[in-house]
T-cell receptor
């Protein structure tokens, strides 16, 4: 257990529905990342926050995807109008700087989404 | 983004050392090499990282070549619980991790 928690762990939804996932990072970590992982592939970066600021969101897969971190603590990832291709594991990671260049990201257990 | 190349799969006998190679020939000078592993259906687990020097912790050792174009993760006494997909990824602070396909390590009794 790394200390990063994600909720729910599993989600089944019907195509066209909206879903929201939550991530709670390790308490002293100010950076939070979202990744997506499809079957047989490595995780793919989506977006990242430093405190409450979303510093990179160009890799979000479409405008149906959005993320927030309103108070710089937990974060939510929302997918609107889900499609079957959105079925994947959604991973959250958190980190804090240790030195100028070092930053170790610790991952949560992930939320597995199945869109029917 | 720097690219990495890893064997698709490897086998190792339980109790023997597992040596997992990674080629990262385009890594930039300020990027660390990070290793993670992922056991089925779980999130990636951090193992170790290094910049130029070899590193060791309670989980593994990391050997980085002098030219930094490749590295080897060593699990000194592999157990069945080390069966997982192992990823190497170049990284520096404030940036995303870039995962390739990884190496599927199977530890056999």
């Amino acid at each position: 257990d790394t200390g990063v928690s994600q909720d729910p762990r599993h989600k089944i939804t019907k195509r066209g529905q909206n879903v929201t996932f939550r991530c709670d990072p390790i308490s002293e970590h100010n950076r939070l990342y979202w990744y997506r992982q499809t079957l047989g592939q490595g995780p793919e970066f989506l977006t990242y926050f430093q405190n409450e600021a979303q510093l990179e969101k160009s890799r979000l897969l479409s405008d149906r995807f959005s993320a927030e971190r309103p108070k710089g603590s937990f974060s939510t990832l929302e997918i609107q109008r889900t499609e079957q291709g959105d079925s994947a594991m959604y991973l959250c990671a958190s980190s804090r700087l240790a030195g100028v260049l070092q930053e170790t990201q610790y991952f949560g257990p992930g939320t597995r989404l199945l869109v029917l | 983004d720097a690219k990495t190349t890893q064997p698709t799969s490897m086998d190792c006998a339980e109790g023997r050392a597992a040596n997992l190679p990674c080629n990262h020939s385009t890594i930039s000078g300020n990027e660390y090499v990070y290793w993670y592993r992922q056991i089925h259906s779980q999130g990636p687990q951090y193992i170790i990282h290094g910049l130029k020097n070899n590193e060791t912790n309670e989980m593994a050792s990391l050997i980085i070549t002098e030219d930094r174009k490749s590295s080897t993760l060593i699990l000194p006494h592999a157990t069945l619980r080390d069966t997982a997909v192992y990823y190497c990824t170049p990284h520096n602070a404030g940036n995303m991790l870039t995962f390739g396909g990884g190496t599927r390590l199977m530890v056999k009794p």
